[in-house]
């Protein structure tokens, strides 16, 4: 791609940087290690430009650099990355009328092979270079392997087998779709959706036909029963004592359903919301734990052994987890989506088992709104993602912590239904009346203080009628 001035003119007014953009203002230079961190770190998110000569910070301008002036320094940095890393690096010399600018064309890893700097392997968080997690290097080498989802679950299977072994019927009926007259009516359509293949033998049942649609997991490998979810419930607000242990063994989209209903039935009452509605209403909204259970099902990590799903009930809390790290911050949760696992997503999603386009979450805050309960938690550990519905509490006993999520949850919401929260939504959101307003207000400074939230100053800059947006928009 050849760089010119009409490019970097449309860099700068990019909203953010993206993944496969970096700008450094290097004015006075810049350190040879910096940009060989920099130049593996976008080798190993698929290639980019690394810009020096531009500030970072929104608005963007162009400030001119003196990093690499003269031709020798130029040659040199150029071979040390081509020696360090045996790609080829282009660099591009822009005279903006503002100041001399150097682009860095950085190409894309080999495939399975990301790039190391000392045996540290770099990739970018915000405006930091940090090392690649184990799950991330783990996805990586296992590029150009064949897909897990791909991969038999059951070999040579007889048609009457693979009818046996796969609830067809149930996946007919969320497909929305006529049930066949023959049995190769059946085995076509799932042909056709590369669940199963036919070999010389007869047919190949693929891991993403098992983990789907398995009448019985443990019918093709104790490996693929190992996958299927968890459910624990406890009888106080610990793992003391055990009230059920119940481990799945169905497929996730023909044991969905009932899934949720029973993990649904086995939650408490919230007496609160049931003193307003003159009726029996259980503690965690249905949508809630719908949507969350599908996200933990959806984007677990499949390469992770003798881990699985786990939805763990407390007196006061259900915790969702899944094996694996997001690819995305979980402050992003709410307006960012990217899957890990495109095929079971597109199909999940096909079979009315959850939503692609990433709207999941937002359902989740706004249930937890409606049902006036503490703003739900995304806790990342070291080896699973967890999200946490809390039962209801008043405001009065929330912590500071507690209060300034929801208030950031709030905010994210707001912005992405194309509204700006203010003093009286976060009231509204917390169930508090007016005579609130100066404890809102503090929960609102907490949360800017820790740069959760920012004041949208295109609206106004009077205090008393402040809107306010997320950190990130």
């Known amino acids: 791609m050849t760089i010119t001035l009409e490019t970097l003119q449309h860099w700068l007014t990019a909203p953010a940087e993206s993944e496969h953009l970096e700008f450094k203002e290097a004015k006075s230079g810049y ?27 929104l608005p963007r301008r162009v400030v001119g650099s003196q990093a690499f002036v003269a031709a020798t320094e130029l040659n040199h940095i150029k071979k040390v990355i081509t020696d360090k890393f045996r790609f080829r690096v282009e660099v591009m010399e822009l005279q903006h009328p503002d ?78 779709l006529p049930f066949p007259t023959s049995r ?12 199963i293949a036919r070999t010389s033998r007869g047919w190949s049942i693929s891991n993403l036909a098992a983990i789907l649609l398995a009448k019985k997991l443990d019918a ?15 009888e106080g607000k610990d793992k003391t004592n055990t009230r059920e242990d119940k481990p799945g063994n169905r497929g996730y989209a023909v044991g969905f359903e009932s899934l949720v209903d029973f993990v ?7 007496r609160s919301i049931e003193e307003v509605v003159r009726e029996e209403v259980k503690m965690f909204p249905k949508q809630a734990l719908r949507e969350l259970i599908a996200n933990a099902l959806v984007h677990q990590d499949f390469l992770e052994t003798g881990a699985s799903v786990m939805i763990e009930m407390y007196a006061d809390r259900v915790e969702i987890s899944n094996p694996g790290k997001p690819p995305i911050s979980v402050e992003r949760f709410i307006d960012e989506y990217r899957s890990r696992n495109e095929r079971l997503a597109d199909l999940m999603r096909r079979l009315g088992i ?25 806790r990342v550990g070291a080896m699973r993602t967890t999200a946490i519905l809390f039962a209801h509490q008043d405001f009065s006993c929330m912590s ?6 929801a208030c950031y949850q709030h905010c994210c919401l707001m912005y992405v239904s194309n509204q700006r929260m203010s003093n009286q939504s976060l009231r509204a959101r917390f169930g508090v009346p007016e005579s609130k307003v100066a404890t809102v207000s503090v929960v609102i400074a907490a949360a800017r203080e820790a740069n959760l939230i920012k004041a949208d100053e295109s609206e106004t800059t009077s205090t008393r009628y402040a809107r306010y947006l997320p950190f990130w928009a």
Not at 264 to 270: E, G, L, R, Y
Request: with cysteine; glycine share 8%; net charge negative.
């Open 31 to 57: 350190q040879n290690e910096k940009l060989l961190r920099y130049c593996a770190a976008l080798a190993n998110e698929g290639g980019g430009y690394l810009v020096l000569g531009v500030g970072d910070k």
């Open 99 to 176: 100041g001399r600018v150097l682009v860095f064309a950085i190409p894309s890893r080999p495939i399975g092979h990301p790039i190391d700097i000392d045996g540290a392997y770099p990739m970018r968080s915000g405006e930091s270079l940090v090392n690649m997690t184990p799950d991330m290097l783990k996805r990586i080498f296992a590029e150009g392997q064949p897909d897990w989802f791909a991969q038999a679950a059951k070999s040579d299977a007889g048609a009457d087998e693979v009818i046996a072994l796969l609830d067809t019927q149930t996946y007919f009926d969320l497909a929305k």
């Open 184 to 195: 190769d009516g059946v085995l076509e359509r799932l042909s056709n959706e590369n669940l």
């Open 220 to 234: 093709f490998s104790p490996e693929l029963a190992r996958k299927a979810p968890r459910v624990v419930i406890y």
């Open 264 to 270: 649904h039935s086995a939650a408490p009452q919230n």
């Open 354 to 378: 959850c939503e692609e386009k990433g709207s999941g979450v937002d359902k989740v805050i706004k249930a937890a709104e409606v049902f006036q309960l503490p703003a739900p938690d995304f």
């Open 400 to 405: 500071k912590a507690d209060r300034v999520r």
